[in-house]
C-alpha cells in the first residue's frame, strides 16, 4: 500500500452536525461521512421537536386542534390552518364569506411573505453575509406587526375559524398593508444590490445542489424547491381554494434548479404576493366574517384531504370523520418532510461547505418535519 | 401537457381490487383505488411513469386491520390519486421504496406511529420517535376507541 492510500483512510471520518448547530436551523442532526472536505453520506436525524400533534387532533374535538395548527411550520403558520378549517368546512358542507376568505388570502400572503424574509436572512446568514438579516428581520417585523395587531399573537397566529375568520379588519389594517407594501417594493433594489451582485454569494450558490426533475418526483418536492427547477407547480393554480381563481397572479420559476434559482424564486415569489395583497384589498367587498356554524358540528364519516400552498410547498390536511366531533384521524402532509428526504441524494459527493448552502436553500423549518 | 386518464385508468385496472372515479374531485381524490396487496408496487410503478409524485402516505386504525393510504399529486396536471391497502392482520405491506424514493421516511414514519412493517425496506428503523419508545405505536387506537373499517368508510351511495 503506497503511504497516501495508507494515508486515506485517516480520511475518511463522521461529522456530527447539529442538533443544536445555526445552520441547521432548529434541531436537526446530520450525522454525515466524510472523505476530507466531501460529504459521502448524510443521514439526517429528526424527531428532536416531536410533538404528536397527530394523536392530539384524535383525541379533542376538532375546534380544539386550532392553535395546533400554527405550531408547526411556526414561519408561516396561517397556510397550515387554512388547509385545516378548509377541510373540515368542506367535509360539513359550510361556506365562508366573501370578505373572510379574501382576508385569509390577504394574512396567508403575509405569512408567506414573513416566511420568505425570515429564510433570506437566515440563508445569507449561512453563507456567512451577516448584514442582510439585520434588513430582512426589519421588514419582517412590519408584517409581524401588522398581524399582532389583528391576530393578537406575533407568531402562533390562530386567526381562522370554519365559516371564516375572528376578527373583521379596519381602515387602520388596510392602510398598513397598503404602506407595507410600498415599502417592500421599494426595498427590493436595495435587497437586489446588496445580495445578488456579491461574487461570493453567487460562488457559494451558483450549480450547487442541482435538484434534476425525475429526483423531485421520487421524493415528492413542493414549493420553490421544485419551482426553482422550472416546473411552475403551485396549488395555488393547480387546486385553487379560495378566492385565488379570482387573482392574477405569476408563478415563477427558475432554470437550472441550483440554489441560486431557488434564492430567485422566493424572491419572485414576495412581489407576486404583494401583486395578491393589492388585488385582494381591492376587491374584498363589506359584510359578515363568519358564516352561521352550528356550536356543535360532528364530522361524518369518509375521509377528506385539502392542499394548500405554504411558503414551503404542498400542505395537506387529510383528514378522516366517524359522526363525532373528535376526528378519527388526522394526518398533516409537510412539504418539509418530503423536501429534507432527498438531502441524501441531492448531496452526496459535495463539499461540506456547498452542503450547508444547499440545506440553506430548502428552506427547512424542523418542527414541522416532526410535528 | 394532457394526460390520457382512460389509460391510466385501463393500466391499473388489473392490479386493483376497485376504481372510483370522480371528475370533480370534490373529497380531494379523483381517481380512488383500492390495491392488493400484491399489486401495490405495479400500481406505483404505473404512477411513476405516467409522472406522479408521491404526496404522501399515511394510515389509519380500522377493525379489521389498519388501512394504508397512498396519495399522489402531478406536476403538470391537477389530478390527485389515492391508493388504498389493507395492511392485513400481520400489519405488513410491501415498500415502494425501490419505486418512489421518498416513500422511505414515510414508511418509517407509519412503523413509528403504527408498527406497520413494509417488506423489502431497507432501513426500517425508528425515524419520529426514539430507539427507547420500541412498540409505542402512538397512532394504535384503544379496544374503546377503535371501530370498523364500515363505520369509517362507508360503502360508496351511503357517505
Not at chain 1, 155 to 164: A, K, L, M, N, Q
Request: proline residues 5%; glycine residues 8%; contains cysteine.
Amino acid at each position: 500500500m503506497s503511504q497516501t492510500a495508507a494515508k486515506a483512510i485517516h480520511y475518511r471520518y463522521f461529522l456530527n452536525l447539529g442538533p443544536q448547530h445555526p445552520s441547521t436551523h432548529g434541531v436537526l442532526r446530520l450525522v454525515i461521512g466524510m472523505y476530507g472536505e466531501y460529504v459521502l453520506s448524510i443521514e439526517p436525524v429528526i424527531g428532536y421537536g416531536h410533538r404528536m400533534h397527530e394523536k392530539m387532533a384524535e383525541s379533542k374535538p376538532w375546534p380544539m386542534f386550532l392553535p395546533n395548527t400554527a405550531r408547526m411550520d411556526y414561519a408561516s403558520p396561517l397556510p397550515h390552518q387554512h388547509a385545516y378549517v378548509s377541510a373540515i368546512e368542506k367535509m360539513t358542507g359550510i361556506q365562508a364569506p366573501e370578505r373572510a376568505e379574501y382576508l385569509r388570502v390577504i394574512t396567508s400572503e403575509l405569512s408567506r411573505i414573513s416566511s420568505h424574509l425570515l429564510w433570506l436572512g437566515a440563508f445569507l446568514l449561512d453563507l456567512g453575509a451577516f448584514t442582510p438579516v439585520l434588513y430582512s428581520f426589519d421588514d419582517r417585523e412590519y408584517i409581524l406587526d401588522i398581524l399582532e395587531n389583528l391576530t393578537g399573537s406575533r407568531i402562533t397566529h390562530c386567526y381562522y375559524r370554519v365559516g371564516g375568520v375572528l376578527y373583521d379588519v379596519d381602515g387602520t389594517f388596510v392602510g398598513k398593508v397598503r404602506e407595507f407594501i410600498t415599502r417592500l417594493h421599494s426595498r427590493f433594489s436595495m435587497y437586489k444590490k446588496l445580495v445578488e451582485g456579491n461574487i461570493i454569494f453567487l460562488k457559494r450558490v451558483k450549480d450547487i445542489g442541482v435538484l434534476p426533475l425525475d429526483m423531485a418526483r421520487r421524493y415528492g418536492a413542493t414549493g420553490p424547491v421544485l419551482r426553482g427547477s422550472g416546473i411552475a407547480y403551485d396549488i395555488r393554480k393547480a387546486a385553487p381554494y379560495s378566492m385565488y381563481p379570482k387573482l392574477d397572479f405569476d408563478i415563477p420559476t427558475g432554470e437550472t434548479g441550483d440554489c441560486l434559482d431557488r434564492y430567485v424564486v422566493r424572491i419572485k415569489e414576495m412581489e407576486q404576493s404583494l401583486r395578491i395583497i393589492e388585488q385582494a384589498l381591492d376587491k374584498m367587498p363589506a359584510g359578515e366574517v363568519m358564516a352561521k356554524v352550528p356550536k356543535k358540528l360532528a364530522l361524518p364519516p369518509g375521509d377528506i384531504s385539502f392542499s394548500t400552498e405554504g411558503a414551503r410547498g404542498e400542505v395537506t390536511y387529510y383528514l378522516v370523520g366517524d359522526g363525532s366531533e373528535v376526528p378519527y384521524r388526522l394526518k398533516v402532509r409537510s412539504p418539509c418532510f418530503s423536501n429534507l428526504s432527498l438531502l441524501q441524494e441531492l448531496c452526496e459527493g459535495m463539499l461540506l461547505a456547498d452542503l450547508i448552502a444547499t440545506m440553506g436553500s430548502l428552506d427547512l423549518v424542523i418542527p414541522e418535519i416532526d410535528r | 401537457m394532457t394526460l390520457d386518464m382512460n389509460k391510466l385508468i385501463s393500466e391499473v385496472k388489473g392490479f386493483a381490487a376497485s376504481i372510483t372515479v370522480d371528475d370533480s374531485g370534490s373529497r380531494g381524490f379523483h381517481l380512488d383505488l383500492r390495491a392488493e396487496f400484491t399489486g401495490l408496487k405495479d400500481c406505483a410503478r404505473i404512477l411513476l411513469e405516467h409522472g406522479f409524485y408521491l404526496s404522501f402516505i399515511t394510515a389509519v386504525h380500522v377493525r379489521p386491520a389498519a388501512e394504508v393510504m397512498y396519495k399522489f399529486a402531478h406536476y403538470e396536471i391537477p389530478y390527485n390519486i389515492i391508493i388504498r391497502v389493507s395492511a392485513g392482520e400481520d400489519m405488513r405491506v410491501p415498500s415502494i421504496i425501490d419505486i418512489y424514493q421518498g416513500a422511505a421516511w414515510h414508511e418509517r414514519e407509519m412503523h413509528d406511529f403504527f408498527g406497520i412493517t413494509f417488506d423489502g425496506h431497507r432501513n426500517l428503523k425508528h425515524l419520529i420517535l426514539s430507539r427507547e419508545e420500541k412498540g409505542l405505536n402512538p397512532l394504535i387506537k384503544s379496544e374503546k376507541s377503535l371501530k370498523s373499517h364500515e363505520e369509517i368508510f362507508p360503502p360508496k351511495g351511503t357517505a
